[in-house]
């Protein structure tokens, strides 16, 4: 990857802050234990090569790590509410790849364990994204490694491997366009900020070559580029009895956290309602499903805010001090 700098002005990420919401400080550290209980790695469950070492993003000093302040990765990922969503999002659209699904259906643990398997993915996101670089480079290099591993063939006879180029640009293209339809429908509407095609076009550019750096291939690195890439792959997917029974352990996932039913169906929905109009015809969701997810995403932009301010102090925050910079806006 090129290397990254630190503009002396860097530009602000929002230009209109939400208005300030607070709880009582007895409420807000609630708040805090349940969300980074509903992110952090589990040393039970996550599984011995994700707790050797947690990730560092306090050293060293100076270090952008692989994006950097000024970039639009640092701006989108920032955002919790919308990278929940867009993460479960993410998932969904995964589901309608037959030889992605085989890798998940294959080779994890998913009907115990899928919230494992969603901090796994939380921390690589966080780390790539925000981490100094060698920190982000000792992820790459660890999930290539996982992925080595992941191989089968589908039931109807296709070989699939989770090192398959093809198949890293199809994860890599999902989570992209779904953090961004995040940040865009829980952030952007609820501030007034604009996010312009350049915008668009500057975070696939950036976050293509992080998916490079995994081995995927033919990346596409625009706003359009996406869509096309998605109209290419229509053929290829389908939503079938895997795909069905994944969702229903989603759907079904236990949440170890105080009012984890609530903050299940919350995110849930909230990340349903950012499906394409394609992907949600190809599941069949019905008009009281689509209504419900409306109404989640309704819920989670209500609570937007309180949600920012309760993690305020966390990846982001700690990463601006590592540079030397005040803390992004919350």
């Known amino acids: 990857m090129a290397e990254t700098t630190v503009s002396p002005r860097r530009r602000r990420w929002d230009n209109t802050r939400m208005p300030a919401v607070r709880l009582p400080d007895s409420l807000q550290a609630r708040l805090r234990a349940a969300l980074v209980g509903l992110i952090s790695r589990d040393p039970k469950t996550d599984g011995a090569q994700w707790t050797e070492r947690l990730i560092d993003y306090d050293s060293p000093p100076g270090d952008a790590g692989l994006f950097g302040p000024d970039t639009m990765t640092w701006r989108v ?69 996982i992925h080595e591993k992941v191989r089968g063939t589908t039931p109807d006879g296709q070989p699939y491997s989770a090192a398959d180029p093809d198949l890293l640009t199809w994860v890599h ?18 501030g007034g900020i604009v996010l312009t095609p350049d915008d668009r076009d500057r975070y696939f550019l950036e976050t293509s070559r992080l998916a490079e750096a995994m081995g995927a291939e033919r990346v596409p690195k625009s706003a359009a580029g996406v869509e096309a890439y998605f109209r290419r792959l229509r053929s290829q997917l389908r939503f079938d009895e895997r795909s069905h029974t994944v969702l229903q352990a989603l759907r079904s996932i ?62 982001v925050a700690r990463s601006h001090r590592r540079l030397g910079l005040p803390p992004p806006p919350v």
């Open 77 to 145: 990922h920032a955002d919790f509410p919308g990278m929940m969503a867009g993460g479960v999002c993410a998932l969904m659209l995964q589901t309608l790849h037959p030889r992605a699904l085989a890798g998940v259906w294959d080779h994890s643990n998913f009907r115990q364990d899928l919230l494992g398997r969603l901090r796994r993915t939380t921390a690589f996101v966080a780390g790539t994204s925000y981490a100094p670089r060698a920190e982000a480079e000792r992820l790459i290099a660890l999930v290539g490694r």
């Open 173 to 190: 293209v999902t989570e992209m366009w779904s953090f961004l339809a995040g940040y865009e429908r829980y952030r952007s509407r609820q």
């Open 254 to 315: 236990d949440l170890p956290v105080p009012g984890g039913a609530l903050f299940r169906e919350v995110f849930l929905g909230a990340g349903a309602a950012l499906l394409p109009d394609w992907a949600a015809g190809m599941m069949g969701r019905s008009r009281l499903r689509k209504a419900r997810a409306a109404a989640a995403a309704r819920s989670l932009s209500l609570a937007a805010p309180l949600l920012r301010r309760a993690l305020a102090d966390g990846v």
